[in-house]
């Protein structure tokens, strides 16, 4: 009976109720953070940053806790580790996902599904009056905040510690399907949401675990997301997965929404999965540029009991 709980190799947990644990964890003290700060505050302020900063410190905690006392393992094994490749991988990422958008937005604008209205740097002024402004730097580095703090917490838990651990149990091809289905299937409740988009996260989340496989860190997928919302919502002008941000570009999509996103954005676009192909290939000479030929293995960390080490020349 123990054994279905857990493993006699290693004395742990089996991954299932691991991540069965670190769930109800998270669910746990995400609501007990926001409960508590309603009660002192007497409510969320609008167009606060605040949820953006519980959320980022409600994974964090409960990942750290979930690898230190269910895994038995460093934080810092989970892909974390501060040496030379860190910013270079982050930065790598964000030129990376700069790229994709820069064509997305081009693809669409040259097929007449956008339409360009102009300039809006960051402002409320009507598109192509409003001017760059130093003014409309607080607006630009707050998105830049929120959207770093959604790329460490979503690439900690998903690339993180439920890919990792997914694993052990369904091994790689399952654990890739499976995430990525979840991951699309929670960004199906996001505003404006269709089962098309729903679909197309789905398809394009693996080029997430691409870069975290290629690498065996977690700074290249963050520094690909973070880039990703940023020049999708705050530079092209799209739609974030349905949310919208000061931006610098106004434009808005014309056309059916599947070729051209709608208000759920870019990623509501079919064309999004051939751009986030190019993008995959981006990863790879990234790598291919970056390290020594004996340091690029397509790699699953080797501590999990059931995972196995898999070496690809890039």
Not at 28 to 42: E, K, Q, T, Y
Not at 99 to 107: H, Q, R, Y
Not at 153 to 165: A, D
């Amino acid at each position: 009976m123990k054994a279905r709980f857990v493993n006699p190799e290693d004395g742990r947990l089996r991954a299932g109720w691991r991540i069965l644990a670190f769930a109800g964890g998270l669910i746990a003290l995400n609501a007990v953070m926001f409960i508590s700060v309603r009660a002192i505050l007497g409510g969320l302020p609008r167009q606060s940053m605040l949820p953006f900063l519980i959320f980022g410190f409600v994974a964090t905690v409960s990942v750290f806790a979930a690898r230190r006392f269910l895994d038995r393992r460093s934080f810092e094994s989970l892909g974390l580790r501060c040496d030379r490749y860190a910013i270079l991988d982050l930065l790598g990422g964000v030129l990376n996902s700069a790229l994709v958008m820069a064509t997305m937005f081009f693809i669409l604008l040259w097929a007449g599904l956008i339409e360009f209205q102009g300039f809006t740097w960051w402002t409320d002024d009507p598109a192509g009056v409003a001017t760059l402004s130093a003014a409309a730097l607080p607006a630009v580095l707050a998105v830049l905040l929120e959207l770093a703090i959604v790329a460490w917490w979503e690439e900690l838990v998903f690339r993180g510690y439920l890919f990792q651990n997914t694993v052990s149990g369904l091994g790689l091809r399952g654990s890739i399907v499976l995430l990525s289905l979840v991951f699309g299937l929670l960004h199906g409740m996001n505003p404006n949401a269709t089962l098309l988009s729903t679909v197309l996260i789905a398809v394009t989340t693996p080029q997430l675990i691409y870069a975290y496989l290629k690498t065996g860190q977690l700074w290249l997928p963050m520094g690909i997301h973070w880039g990703w919302n940023f020049f999708q919502a705050s530079v092209f002008g799209f739609a974030a997965s349905g949310q919208t941000s000061p931006t610098m570009i106004a434009q808005s999509p014309i056309g059916p929404e599947w070729l051209s996103g709608g208000a759920f954005g870019a990623e509501g676009s079919i064309l999004i999965f051939p751009v986030t192909l190019l993008s995959m290939v981006g990863i790879h000479y990234w790598v291919r540029a970056t390290r020594d030929s004996g340091q690029r293995p397509l790699q699953i960390l080797a501590d999990f009991p059931g995972s196995h080490r898999i070496t690809q020349a890039a």
